[in-house]
């Protein structure tokens, strides 16, 4: 476990200098927002682009991996939509426990497997990204239609699914690096030194900003509904993962990465799609901030029992 948390820590430590950044008042507050866009629609990308085209996928069990995060996925959905009486929450509340349970943070993911494995790691989260990401979205928005603030909507919860997974910069650069790959192309001659300049800039953007939009004023107030869904984020859905991915017959490093992936706080998008479909974003914010910070603790334990 010291090993996981001393390749993990650099990590958490910039998520933490990122809070202390916009708290500080060095960078203001209406930037952190262009620092995001760019981070998203142009370094992560170029990233993914970068190390999927010039890998050697063959040495990695892509089907393995991904029926085992999907399964991970899949399983804790079912459970957390069996407990939706039980626990008693409104429909907005529950719309966000549940997209708390499910939506991974990629840029945490992508840094930890660099950390740990370096551009391997970085090649084996692409697997999850291109199985989890859609998967999620397939999941959470139909969820938000249901039990959201003024449902009904379903038109427009259904363009959002498919144009929240066609238009994800992070899937398109999947999706090209993958084709590059196949294609032999590698890294084009001027335009792939381009990318690789970009690409370097990505880890340490992305968890800058992941530390900006941390609200612990939200997080004061957690109740039931973060509790919750930290523990099937944070604990159940890499310990159902884990169990997947060994009846698969994965292990070493594939069955770490899928693991962390499945093992990644919530995505701080899902702050938007909660006011946009009409979830409690406020209950939203505590749990994106709640699982981050617990993830320092929870990502070191959940990798050594895993491993």
Known sequence: MAAFAGALAPIFLLILFGQGLRRGGLVADPLWAGIDRMTYFL???CL???????AD????????????MAAGVLAAAVLILGL?????????????????????????????????YGAEGLTMTAVGIAVVVPLVNLLCVPAMVRY????????????????????????????LGAAMNAGGLGQVPVLGDIVAILAR??????????GAGLDIGAARGAGLGVALSAAFKLLLVPGLTAAAGLALGLGGPMLT??????????????YALAR?????????????????LLSALTLPLVLALAG
């Not at 929450?89 to 719309?95: E, K, R, V």
């Not at 238009?167 to 999947?174: E, L």
């Not at 800039?201 to 992941?210: E, I």
């Not at 946009?276 to 981050?292: C, E, F, K, N, S």
Request: hydrophobic share 50%; proline share 6%.
């Open 148 to 175: 959201g603030r003024g449902a009904g909507s379903t038109g427009a919860g259904a363009g959002a699914m498919v144009g929240g997974i066609v238009r994800n910069p992070i899937i398109v650069a999947v999706a």
């Open 48 to 54: 993914i682009v970068n190390e999927l085209a010039r």
């Open 201 to 210: 800039a990505a880890l340490p953007m992305g968890l800058l900003s992941v």
């Open 43 to 45: 370094f992560f990308p």
């Open 84 to 116: 939706r009486r039980p626990i008693g929450l409104d429909g907005p509340a529950f719309s966000s426990v549940f997209q708390g349970v499910m939506r991974p943070n990629t840029y945490v993911g992508l840094a930890a497997a660099s950390a740990l």
């Open 257 to 270: 990465v899928a693991v962390l992936f499945n093992a990644l706080p919530c995505s701080a998008s899902s």
């Open 276 to 292: 946009q479909m009409g979830g409690d974003h406020g209950l939203m914010a505590g749990i994106i901030t709640v699982q981050t």
């Open 57 to 68: 996928l063959g040495r990695i069990a892509a089907l393995p991996m991904g029926a085992a």
